[in-house]
């Protein structure tokens, strides 16, 4: 599995982007798909999960009612909408593929190169 990262940038305090992850695995609709991210200085933290049909997701109290996860299964993509972006928000954001919850920590089998996301304040 190949997971290639893009739509990052620089955006004021308040302002929105759209991260999108293309998946190159053929098993893409059999296993959930993630959203974490690393600022400096500190360790990678998951952000939203989704599961293979969509129908469950899953957020860091950080980012609930201003982050959206969703996919695409058809295209092998996974989007990640993000709202009312804070200073904090700023990171390196990955994708992962065939996350799983382990208690209060997410694993995943496969990452990409990941993306920046800066907000300005």
């Known amino acids: 599995v190949q997971l290639q990262a893009f739509g990052g940038g620089l955006v004021p305090v308040g302002g929105f982007l759209r991260l999108s992850c293309a998946d190159s695995?053929?098993?893409?609709?059999?296993?959930?798909m993630g959203w974490f991210r690393q600022a400096p200085g500190k360790e990678r933290e998951f952000v939203a999960a989704i599961i293979w049909s969509g129908d469950r997701l899953t957020y860091a109290d950080s980012v609930k009612g201003r982050f959206t996860i969703s996919r695409d299964n058809a295209k092998n993509m996974v989007y990640l909408q993000m709202n009312s972006l804070k200073p904090e928000d700023t990171a390196r954001y990955y994708c992962?593929?065939?996350?799983?919850?382990?208690?209060?920590?997410?694993?995943?089998?496969?990452w990409g190169q990941g993306t920046q996301v800066t907000v300005s304040s």
């Open positions: 992962a593929a065939d996350v799983k919850s382990y208690g209060s920590s997410w694993r995943a089998s496969s």
């Open positions: 695995g053929r098993a893409f609709s059999t296993y959930a």
